[in-house]
């Protein structure tokens, strides 16, 4: 998962990730780094600065659709969004 350092993430990040991460997903981040990178970015490009925290409590939503990932967003102010997940990044999880 070194396209990770790419993304700002430090080897102790990664190896939390694969610890903490249920083996599966771990897996997933390692088969489809395109579609985590894509929608990464996507946090971060809405303005959300805890970013990192937010991958890291729940990267299985990293691997979605990039296209459904944005829509997800899309239906909130940004705003509003922002707000909330730098309050709380968990809220992700009731998008």
Known sequence: MNYLLDLGFEESDIQTLNNTVKPGVIEQLKLFPKIVEVNYNILK?????????VFMGHAHMF???P???QAIFDKYD???LVRCLEKNASI????
């Open 45 to 53: 490009d809405i303005g959300i600065s805890n970013y990192k925290e």
């Open 63 to 65: 691997l979605q659709n």
């Open 67 to 69: 296209n459904k990932f």
């Open 78 to 80: 940004h705003d509003d």
């Open 92 to 95: 992700i999880e009731k998008l």
